[in-house]
C-alpha cells in the first residue's frame, strides 16, 4: 500500500476521482467529485439541483513523503465540471480548471489555490471555449476547448494565442463541438478532434481540416511513436492515418 487506511478515508472517503494528473514521477493530483448515496440523488432530483454542482476536492499524493503524510486534499466547494492537469515549466504545478466558469486552482511550487480565471475576451484568448483537456509537453501545460481551440499556458494567466483555431463550428451548442482532444509530434505538427468528425490539424502557421468518412463524436487523439495518428470516437470507433 503507498497510502494508509487513515489517509484514504480522509482524503478519499465518500469521493469519486473525476480527472488525475502526473506532475512528476513522485506528484500525482486528483480532481474529486461527491459520491451520493440513492437517498441523496433523491433528494436532489426532488429539488431540482445541479449534479454537476456537487461539492468538490483536489487532492495530491507525494510518494516521496514518509508513509501515512503523502495525500492531502482540499476542498473546492460547489464547483462545476473539472478537469485536470500539471506543467513542470515555468513552475511544477498541478492545474485544475472548472469547465463553464474557467476557475483555475493551482498547486505547487510554493502558491496553493485560485488563479485569475481564464478570461476569454482577453486578445491572446480570444475564441476559447470551455477547458475540454489538458495534456503536458516538454513540460508545458497545453489546453484545447470547445469552439476548436487550443492554446499553451505560458505563465500564470498568460497563454499563447498562437495555437487558436480561427474558424468556430457552425453548431451553435459550442459544448458539443469542436476539440475534446488534441495530441502532438511537436508544435509545428499537433492533431485535434473533437464533435461529429470535426479533425484537425495545425503545422506551426496554421490549421486544416481532415476529413474523415464519420459524423459520429470523435473523443481522443494520440499520435503513436510508431509515427501514426490515432482518433477515437464513439462506439469504438477508431482511425489511424498520417
Known amino acids: ?24 514521477r513522485n506528484i500525482f493530483g486528483f480532481a474529486l467529485d461527491s459520491f451520493y448515496t ?21 487532492a495530491a499524493f507525494f510518494r516521496h513523503y514518509p508513509y501515512g503524510d503523502r495525500m492531502t486534499g482540499e476542498n473546492l466547494g460547489n464547483w462545476g465540471q473539472l478537469v485536470m492537469g500539471a506543467c513542470n515549466v515555468p513552475k511544477g504545478q498541478i492545474l485544475l480548471i472548472e469547465m463553464e466558469n474557467d476557475r483555475i486552482y493551482v498547486f505547487g511550487s510554493g502558491f496553493n489555490g485560485e488563479e485569475t480565471p481564464v478570461d476569454r475576451d482577453h486578445p491572446d484568448l480570444k475564441g476559447f471555449g470551455a ?43 459550442y459544448l458539443k463541438e469542436g476539440f475534446r482532444d488534441f495530441d502532438m509530434f511537436s508544435e509545428q505538427d499537433i492533431y485535434a478532434a473533437g464533435g461529429r468528425g470535426d479533425f484537425w490539424h495545425f503545422n506551426g502557421n496554421a490549421w486544416r481540416q481532415i476529413h474523415l468518412p ?29
Open 1 to 24: 500500500m503507498l497510502i494508509s487506511a487513515f489517509e484514504y478515508n480522509n482524503v478519499f472517503k465518500d469521493y469519486y476521482i473525476v480527472d488525475c494528473a502526473v506532475r512528476d
Open 38 to 58: 440513492d437517498a441523496e440523488v433523491e433528494e436532489e432530483e426532488v429539488h431540482g439541483w445541479d449534479r454537476f454542482l456537487r461539492p468538490k476536492r483536489i
Open 131 to 173: 477547458v475540454m483537456k489538458i495534456k503536458t509537453f516538454e513540460g508545458e501545460a497545453f489546453m484545447c476547448g470547445s469552439s476548436r481551440s487550443l492554446t499553451k499556458r505560458i505563465d500564470q494567466g498568460r497563454y499563447d494565442s498562437r495555437f487558436l483555431q480561427l474558424k468556430p463550428p457552425e453548431e451553435p451548442d
Open 214 to 242: 464519420t459524423n459520429t463524436w470523435l473523443q481522443t487523439v494520440c499520435c503513436g511513436g510508431d509515427g501514426m495518428v490515432y482518433v477515437s470516437g464513439y462506439e469504438g470507433l477508431l482511425f489511424m492515418g498520417r
